[in-house]
């Protein structure tokens, strides 16, 4: 979509933006990584379109201290992260010029990406403007992102421990998923501390990798818009989404429907809370042992 | 699991609140209401305050069951931390149970100060099921075990 990118040197153009957070390409054909843009030279590598895939939402991050505002790409579902940092105040709104990008499903080298299988729908929670066609305003064939989860739950207690030594087991432990993942905003991080003891970066052990996957995804429970992005950056193609998802769906269960990063309410189901919740005892009783 | 090490005893952590649990600790010894010396206590302020890498590290560490004791819903001395502590135990409990760990390892129990015998109770079946379950193989860390 080259509207876009001339809008976006428009406005860095006339001084409006500082900086546009975008993309370019990369080696491949389908490697577009993101990138930073500060003079109108540079954009001439901007890109936007099918392999656009990376949440621009946590870069950000970088920028809201800096000079000057910072024009941001963000596709329907990264709005849903940039919306979750706003709550979080993690963001300052007024620091950025969000231009909604039409999406009609991102590809990588493999075909759509996973989280698009999963589209969560085309509406822009937060921008400044939206540049997209008929096209992209389609909503996407999706499976029902649940499936996965409702799979492993199905399984036995042994099944499943067996499936995720596998999967956990080579983790490397390069912090990609926490790295990419829009709701890890931590300056200081819980794995980064050498006395944590699961900060070693080869897996020595049956437990350390599992230990980190649980926190991580513990430490977004509630937050994580289901973005998909551990899963897509993860070198050893960890299934990564099923830890998250099945925090979503457990919540959603027990209390009720909530979906990160929508509207302006900024409690979440960890940090609220009712006087009948059921009690943990409630995950024993259930189904498959 | 069957038990293989003849000399095996569960280790079990308890995590009790300072004005609840702990207090129904100390009355369960006064009342001379006995309790397995396999179970150690670690006393927090709320239950609110054990963080779930607490728990996860005491399992790494060794321990063959957790329990976490708290004032009942509604009594807590900081009004809510025990509900806060109930969404988020339920959270990790369901977490574990989906990568596979045996369910009853993880247990929450809400113990006031006046119930010692609830304290004694709780603490004795605890084990008991642990002990049934067997040693803890699959949260381990091997370089926390002595060979």
Redesign the interface.
């Known amino acids: 979509m080259n509207s876009i990118k001339s809008r976006a040197l428009e406005l860095l153009s006339d001084g409006t933006v500082k900086r546009v957070i975008g993309w370019e390409k990369g080696e491949g054909e389908a490697d577009w990584s993101p990138a930073l843009f500060e003079t109108a030279e540079e954009m001439n590598s901007f890109v936007y379109g099918d392999y656009a895939g990376s949440n621009l939402s946590k870069y950000c991050l970088k920028f809201n201290l800096a000079e000057g505002k910072t024009l941001v790409v963000l596709k329907p579902c990264d709005t849903l992260s940039f919306n979750q940092l706003l709550h979080e105040h993690r963001l300052n709104r007024e620091k950025f010029y969000i231009i909604g990008a039409g999406c009609k499903g991102m590809k990588d080298e493999n075909g759509r990406l996973l989280k698009c299988n999963a589209c969560k729908g085309k509406d822009f929670e937060v921008y400044d403007e939206i540049i997209d066609d008929e096209e992209s305003r389609k909503p996407l064939n999706v499976f029902d992102r649940m499936i996965g989860v409702a799979e492993?739950?199905k399984m036995t207690?042994?099944?499943?421990?067996?499936?995720?030594r596998g999967e956990l087991s080579r983790c490397i432990r390069c912090n990609a998923c926490r790295n990419v993942c829009p709701a890890c905003t931590c300056v200081k991080c819980?794995f980064d501390n050498p006395a944590?003891?699961v900060q070693s970066k080869a897996p020595?052990?049956?437990?350390?990798e599992?230990?980190f996957h649980?926190?991580r995804?513990?430490h977004v429970?509630g937050r994580c818009t289901d973005c998909g992005e551990c899963s897509r950056v993860c070198p050893q193609n960890i299934p990564l989404h099923l830890?998250n998802r099945?925090?979503i769906k457990?919540?959603n269960e027990?209390?009720g429907d909530h979906q990160a990063g929508v509207g302006t309410e900024e409690r979440t189901?960890?940090?609220s809370?009712?006087?009948e919740?059921?009690?943990?005892?409630?995950?024993?009783e259930r189904g498959n042992? | 699991m069957s038990v293989t090490n003849p000399n095996w005893k569960p280790k079990i952590v308890a995590f009790c609140c300072n004005w609840c649990s702990y207090a129904g600790a100390d009355l369960a010894g006064s009342g001379r209401m006995s309790y397995p010396a396999d179970v150690k206590i670690i006393r927090v302020p709320c239950s609110c305050r054990v963080n779930p890498m607490f728990i996860l590290r005491a399992f790494e560490r060794g321990a063959d069951g957790v329990i976490i004791c708290g004032c009942h819903p509604g009594d807590c001395h900081y009004t809510s931390g025990n509900y806060y502590a109930r969404r988020r135990l339920t959270m990790l409990f369901s977490m574990l149970d989906y990568l596979g760990i045996e369910r009853g390892r993880t247990r929450v129990e809400w113990v006031s100060a006046a119930e010692g015998a609830k304290f004694s109770k709780t603490m004795n079946e605890f084990v008991e099921t642990i002990t049934n379950l067997g040693e803890n193989r699959k949260l381990g860390d091997i370089r926390c075990k002595k060979s």
């Open positions: 492993l739950e207690a042994e099944e499943r421990y067996e499936f995720w819980v944590s003891g020595v052990t049956d437990f350390e599992n230990m649980i926190i995804a513990f429970a830890l099945k925090f457990d919540m027990l209390y189901p960890l940090t809370y009712t006087k919740d059921a009690e943990p005892s409630v995950v024993h042992a």
